[in-house]
């Protein structure tokens, strides 16, 4: 039988509970599923590819289907270079519809044969988004619940340099015990 393998492109900066749980729900329908993270120069990340790759993959470690990369240029190019059948994306509210078919749609212009496929992510994370997640935790407030604990970890360690700094210095101590 044909394995049918989809990617799930995004900027992912920081995943959230919400990528989580999308992917989740795709790596059930898919054979393979691909996080690609979008390497895009003009914007100017809170983390870097690589620190997100890292994430996602210790964050994606239990799903034997599931596999980080990362792309630039044209989604349908990279799509094509590594045999993917759709494209996964999440549809929150009526409010990424627009934004969404007209990716969707241009997207199958460029590549008929690839279809995008929409799946929606749990009721609890529909107001819930990146922009959202960096902008909170960049004001204090709390981000517990909406992203992984681990990544709500190095959101801290981010922005409150003097914490990472703590803690390197306690798992040095840890090691030397
Ligand atoms: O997580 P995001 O920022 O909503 O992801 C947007 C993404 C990466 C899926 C989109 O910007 C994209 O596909 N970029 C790659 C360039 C491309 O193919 N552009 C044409 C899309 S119609």
Do not use: C
């Not at 994306?89 to 929409?118: C, W």
């Amino acid at each position: 039988m044909k394995k049918v393998t989809a990617i799930y492109p995004g900027s992912f900066d920081p995943p959230t509970n919400g990528h989580l749980d999308l992917i989740q729900r795709g790596s059930k329908i898919f054979d393979e599923l691909v996080v690609a993270i979008l390497r895009n120069p003009e914007k100017d990340p809170l983390f870097s590819v690589a620190e997100r790759r890292l994430m996602l993959e210790e964050l994606t470690g239990n799903f034997r289907n599931v596999h980080v990369d990362t792309f630039d240029g044209l989604t349908v190019e990279y799509a094509s270079k590594v045999k993917a059948h759709a494209v996964l994306r999440g549809i929150r509210a009526l409010s990424d519809y627009e934004y969404e078919l007209q990716m969707a749609l241009m997207n199958r212009k460029l590549h008929p044969e690839l279809e995008t496929v929409f799946m929606m992510p749990a009721e609890q994370y529909s107001y819930l988004s990146s922009r959202l997640v960096r902008e909170v935790a960049h004001l204090g407030g709390s981000i517990a619940g909406l992203v992984p604990e681990m990544v709500e970890q190095r959101l801290r360690e981010k922005l409150d340099p003097a914490i990472k700094l703590q803690n390197h210095r306690k798992s040095k101590a840890g090691r030397r015990r």
